[in-house]
């Protein structure tokens, strides 16, 4: 009884001597708190991270999977799936029963069930406070509808502080190869903030901050047993060598881990080396490579985990992720070729494009592969110099079925990207209508406050394209095209920043003055003056017009 009594102290003490409370559905985060936006699209984000998650899950094989996994239960909490949340949490409990977190959180879905008496057991569970903080710490960049790189920004800053206060409460209890995966994902967190801060003036001192303790976690993490850790490890050093050259001394790391005239491509070499033989981490490589533009070296990782593993069963991925880059290569080929800085980009990538991801469909299909096929089969049905000259009807209609398809998947009809790619399709085909329809949900689904008006820009082209089809003596059709372009303008203004709004307005006038002249008198006559004067605010001398985005890739 007294050993009881002083165990129950020392637990006790334990929590009180806690600078946070165990579990994640207390964190300060937006899925802990009602949906600032429509709820199918926190619904719509909140899948798309569980799917992303799942990917995260394969790849962590060692102790860092009860990170994911509590995560993924806290995701199945806030989808309303209970019965999976609380499946997600008890596996967890019973793997590793000294995992705090988890047992708070399967405390919460019992609670929620009604379940006092399980939900009381949870509570008395007891967990290395390291461990729990370096799980919450995990959770924090996985947040949604973060506005910004500020807030952004803050959810990476509080996972290392998390990470900081795990490594002083774990001490040497810590097992080293465990350690040594917190200071890579450490590290993963100080490069993105050092590459947010890369756009700010003055930024120079942060930036020399985090680059030296990335690049001393990447070098701990060297030492670790894993193959997956060592060659990803590899790989981010070299990025961090091709920044040094930002800076205008050589940061002290680079000389204090002994990296002095370290050649980047030497880290890039040792690590797809280190990876050559293992499919599932050359893929990881290749995802790496293709987020930092380096779209050469993914292609050839690709083509080595296929030489590996070429069962498109098996390593869908890498078949994926090759297609992908062709189709990225066209599409910012095609750019440069508008901007007249290049020639016509190389059709054969669509071809190319098309064959991996016939392989993929074969075997599995799923919501991006459709959706990916749709965006080739569009490139091969238009004009490569003037997109909205259509050259092969048959592959638009084959890119419609492709979005079809997509649409019946789950999450297909909450994507604004797939509802933008089919509205163009439509209006290639003469269905201006139908198009508008396509373009309008698009903008519906766009996350308030973004910066992409391709579906604002391609509503209001299309909506002043029937305003010119409608017979002037036909007061109906005229007046119901005047109507939605004054209702949508309105609405992109509450839904996109207002210079950007103002910008594709301007863009608008510019490239079709006679329309808009045209509606401009027929706004006048019908007393339309709202309209009126916002498109003759945009087109004020001196005005200063912003820079449109680039085209995305419409890929998921």
């Not at 806690?18 to 985060?29: N, S």
């Not at 009860?66 to 909490?77: H, K, P, Q, S, W």
């Not at 019965?83 to 705090?100: H, I, K, M, W, Y």
């Not at 007249?340 to 993929?360: F, T, Y």
């Amino acid at each position: 009884m007294e050993e009881s009594g002083a165990a129950e102290e020392d637990i006790d003490a334990l929590i009180d001597g806690m600078e946070y409370i165990p579990g994640h559905f207390h964190l300060p985060l937006h899925l802990n708190c009602e949906p600032r936006g429509p709820a199918e699209l926190r619904r719509r984000d909140t899948r798309l991270k569980r799917h992303s998650l799942q990917a995260e899950l394969e790849a962590e094989p060692g102790a860092q999977q009860y990170a994911v996994r509590n995560l993924l239960g806290l995701l199945a909490f806030h989808l309303d799936e209970l019965d999976r949340a609380e499946e997600t949490f008890r596996s967890v409990c019973e793997e590793q029963p000294g995992n705090l977190n988890a047992w708070a959180n399967l405390g919460c879905v019992y609670d929620r069930l009604k379940r006092e008496g399980e939900g009381a057991e949870c509570v008395e569970k007891v967990l290395l406070a390291a461990r729990c903080l370096a799980e919450q710490a995990y959770a924090h960049p996985y947040d949604v509808e973060l506005d910004g790189e500020d807030e952004h920004r803050e959810r990476l800053m509080s996972a290392i502080a998390l990470y900081d206060k795990a490594f002083e409460y774990g001490g040497q209890e810590i097992p080293l190869e465990e350690k040594r995966s917190w200071y890579f994902k450490m590290a993963t967190l100080y490069i993105r903030l050092d590459g947010m801060l890369k756009k700010e003036e003055g930024s120079d001192y942060k930036r020399l901050s985090h680059f030296n303790k990335a690049l001393k976690l990447l070098h701990e993490t060297l030492k670790c047993e894993s193959l997956h850790y060592k060659a990803l490890a590899w790989c981010y050093l070299g990025l961090l060598l091709e920044r040094q050259e930002e800076f205008p001394d050589v940061p002290m790391a680079i000389h204090d881990c002994g990296y002095s005239g370290t050649d980047p491509l030497s880290c890039y070499g040792t690590a797809i080396k280190m990876a050559k033989e293992d499919a599932f981490i050359l893929n990881r490589l290749a995802k790496v490579f293709l987020l930092l533009g380096k779209d050469e070296m993914a292609t050839g990782i690709c083509s080595m985990a296929l030489d590996v593993l070429p069962d498109p069963e098996l390593n869908w991925q890498a078949y994926c992720t090759r297609a992908k880059i062709k189709v990225t290569t066209y599409v910012r080929g095609l750019e440069c070729a508008k901007q007249g800085v290049a020639g016509v980009p190389d059709r054969q990538n669509l071809a190319e494009a098309k064959a991996d991801l016939d392989k993929v469909l074969s075997v599995c299909p799923c919501l991006r592969t459709h959706l990916e096929m749709g965006q080739v089969y569009y490139y091969m049905g238009v004009d490569a110099m003037q997109e909205r000259l259509l050259v092969d009807e048959g592959a638009i209609n084959a890119s419609l079925v492709s979005l079809a398809r997509a649409l019946e998947c789950d999450l297909g009809d909450l994507l604004p990207e797939l509802q933008l790619l089919r509205g163009k399709c439509l209006l290639l085909k003469g269905e201006e209508l139908n198009a508008v329809e396509c373009f309008k949900r698009a903008l519906e689904l766009e996350a308030p406050g973004s910066t992409d008006t391709q579906s604002l820009r391609c509503l209001l082209e299309t909506l002043l394209a029937l305003f010119s089809q409608s017979c002037p003596g036909s007061g109906s059709g005229v007046g119901n095209a005047m109507s939605q372009l004054e209702t949508w303008v309105r609405r992109g203004m509450e839904h996109f920043p207002p210079e950007l709004v103002r910008a594709e307005l301007q863009s608008l006038c510019r490239a079709h003055t006679a329309e808009v002249s045209e509606l401009s008198r027929a706004a006048v006559r019908a007393g339309r003056m709202d309209l009126v004067r916002l498109l003759l605010d945009t087109v004020q001398p001196g005005r200063e017009g912003r820079r449109r985005p680039l085209v995305r890739s419409m890929t998921v």
